[in-house]
């Protein structure tokens, strides 16, 4: 008789099978895996419906079969005979295998799937030999291929065990660590470890050809900070170079006809006291004796007259006819007492004014040129204190310095006095230290100033403003010269005048 229980569809990951019995589906709901996406309808139903629980929902399905004692009644076992094959299991009514049963473990690897043990009892016996083996679950794995369909003729083929893929690759703990250590280790040593740094600083000598330079101050600053503090002092010298050349204009304009004058004067009474000595000198040796027939007495008259022709103004209009006269005592006498007194006085007159004038000047300008005269060494090749140092440090007695320096790029300041009769030298030469190698540099005369291709300053640099600089420095010197020139006119009369009466003594 035909069974009126309700008839169901499964769908179990997108493929769908069916009708079925409600036992013919919870047995493959049973069978499928946890992670299976399960949807069923009932026949003539479009609706699919998702599995919400299990056994409750397997339960409820039983519950809606019709009490009907055929289809209700549990099979009767029976015993078989000797050589006697065993009754067909029937096609519509599946063995009632446990709706709660486990997953199947994974194949042996023999090929022949493992049949789990259901816990068959005298109410669940066993199916009879010859009896359709149920189709074993699928692991899905997230793959969409169908469930193989059991034929009703004969045995189910063996399927083939679902090789899952194998785990992401995890990185050890311990890995990452050494790993991390490995990185912090190199960043260390190629950007933090200070790396020993090789000096030495040597100069030319006339006597030894080159010797070490002892006592030599230096800092290090590291690229960035030299190329700042280099951008600072460049517009400290631009600004001071202006300055300096407006004041050296302004004050050439006020004295140089002043100094043209002065020295004029200084230069015609330096002569005129050296005219004197002469007059009074010759007029003393002529004195002690004359032989107009001797040579070297013509020759001294000679010389006595050339000097009394300059001195002549400051000895009076007599001097000049007692040369005549043959009175040279005379005129010695008058060479020594009132003839320097009148060229001092004259001089003193003479030059008094324009020697106040140029000394004004001169302490005009004094603050600005005495500033000007080592002002471009000291903005050049003195690091202010505010400037970050890498490094600093003394040159010790054989010339060598080691300063202690991450890698990178650097510029070393220095400087070294040769003495009173040469001009100091100094340094700002770039270079640079690599991690892990023998790092060295070298100052000497072949990279002073800018004359290497890594000095920080260039002549192109500071060129205009050093020229600016060294105007005022100029216009002073030729003020103090022209007062110097003075000075030493006012000796050489003092002195000129002491020697003839030393000479006189004799």
């Not at 007492?337 to 302490?363: H, P, Q, V, Y």
Request: glycine share 6%.
């Amino acid at each position: 008789m035909e069974s009126k229980a309700s008839r169901y569809h499964l769908e179990i990951n997108g493929i769908a099978e069916g009708p079925m019995t409600a036992r013919e589906l919870t047995w493959k709901i049973g069978a499928a895996g946890a992670d299976d996406v399960i949807l069923f309808r009932r026949e003539g139903s479009a609706d699919w419906l998702p599995l919400e629980g299990n056994k409750e929902t397997l339960n409820r399905l039983l519950s809606d079969e019709p009490e009907d004692g055929a289809q209700s009644a549990a099979p009767k076992l029976k015993l078989k005979k000797r050589d006697e094959n065993p009754p067909p299991f029937p096609s519509e009514a599946p063995p009632p295998f446990p709706m709660d049963a486990p997953p199947p473990p994974p194949a042996d690897g023999t090929g022949t799937p493992f049949l789990p043990d259901y816990g068959y009892t005298d109410d669940n016996p066993p199916p009879p030999p010859g009896a359709p083996s149920a189709p074993m679950p699928q692991l899905s794995m997230g793959s969409s291929a169908p469930i193989p369909q059991l034929s009703q003729g004969g045995p189910a083929p063996a399927p083939q065990p679902t090789v899952p893929p194998p785990p992401p690759a995890k990185v050890s703990t311990v890995l990452v660590a050494s790993l991390v250590l490995s990185l912090a280790i190199a960043s260390y040593i190629f950007f933090f470890m200070k790396q020993d740094v090789a000096g030495s600083v040597t100069r030319s000598s006339s006597t030894t050809g080159s010797r070490e330079v002892k006592g030599m101050k230096y800092v290090v600053l590291t690229k960035s900070s030299a190329a700042a503090w280099k951008a600072s002092a460049s517009d400290k010298l631009t600004a001071f170079g202006n300055k300096a050349k407006s004041d050296a204009d302004a004050s050439l304009g006020r004295v140089k006809p002043l100094v043209e004058k002065a020295d004029d004067i200084a230069t015609k009474y330096a002569a005129g006291a050296k005219a004197m000595f002469l007059t009074g000198a010759n007029a003393k040796i002529l004195s002690l004796g004359f032989n107009s027939a001797n040579k070297s007495d013509i020759k001294t008259l000679r010389t006595l007259e050339a000097a009394a022709e300059i001195a002549a103004p400051y000895l009076g209009p007599e001097a000049r006819g007692e040369i005549e006269k043959n009175r040279f005592g005379t005129v010695a006498n008058a060479a020594g007492s009132e003839g320097f007194a009148n060229l001092r006085k004259a001089f003193d007159e003479e030059i008094r004014e324009l020697e106040t004038k140029l000394a004004a000047e001169l302490t005009l300008i004094r603050p600005v040129a005495d500033e000007a005269k080592d002002f471009a060494d000291k903005a050049m090749y003195v690091v202010p204190p505010d400037v970050s140092v890498a490094a600093s440090g003394v040159s010790d007695a054989l010339g060598l310095f080691d300063p202690k320096l991450t890698p990178g790029e650097y510029v070393l300041i220095a400087a070294a006095e040769h003495g009173v009769e040469a001009k100091q030298s100094q340094w700002a030469v770039g270079f640079t230290v690599i991690p892990l190698a023998e790092n060295s540099i070298k100052l000497n005369d072949g990279n002073q100033g800018g004359k290497a291709p890594t000095s920080l300053w260039k002549t192109a640099d500071t060129q205009v403003a050093e020229r600016n600089i060294a105007a005022i420095t100029a216009q002073a010197a030729r003020i103090r010269e022209v007062a110097d020139k003075i000075e030493s006119a006012r000796r050489n009369i003092e002195e000129s005048n002491r020697e003839l009466l030393r000479l006189y003594e004799k």
